[in-house]
């Protein structure tokens, strides 16, 4: 079993999308269901679906490209980790390059965007960056 699912999810999304796949597998868990919805809001992503195999879940994730077929995502980082958790408080949660990126927080009102957590007046775990 793998001990960080969101840095598991975060690195098989990385890999398919440098290696130009259309879709690719993640295990399932809440907290990366709430992430990629956050994704998928942004464009970073076209589509995921929840899907069943042998009665357990996985997460099937379409990939977005470019009219030129580049990846949209350009980065992704887990920043927040098992042995060295990250918290910031609302007022560093500003923008993350200049308004191209996304900081994703887990925070008491749930996992949000860095600006929505900046609006909301709430702090929290940072959990990745996607540019």
């Not at 999810?9 to 990629?36: F, G, P």
């Not at 994730?61 to 920043?79: C, F, H, M, Q, T």
Request: proline share 2%; aromatic share 10%; glycine share 6%.
């Amino acid at each position: 079993m793998v001990n960080d699912i969101v840095a598991d999810s975060l690195t098989r999304i990385r890999n398919a999308s440098m290696r130009r796949l259309e879709v690719t597998q993640l295990y399932y868990a809440k907290i990366v269901v709430s992430i990629l919805d956050i994704f998928k809001v942004r464009g970073f992503i076209a589509n995921y679906h929840i899907k069943e195999k042998d009665n357990k879940p996985f997460i099937s994730v379409e990939l977005a490209y470019d009219e030129k077929g580049r990846s949209l995502i350009n980065e992704i980082k887990r920043l927040s980790k098992p042995g060295r958790r990250v918290y910031k408080q609302s007022k560093e949660l500003r923008r993350f390059k200049n308004g191209y990126g996304v900081i994703v927080v887990s925070t008491s009102k749930g996992v949000i965007t860095n600006e929505e957590a900046y609006k909301q007046n709430v702090g929290g775990e940072v959990l990745c960056s996607i540019w």
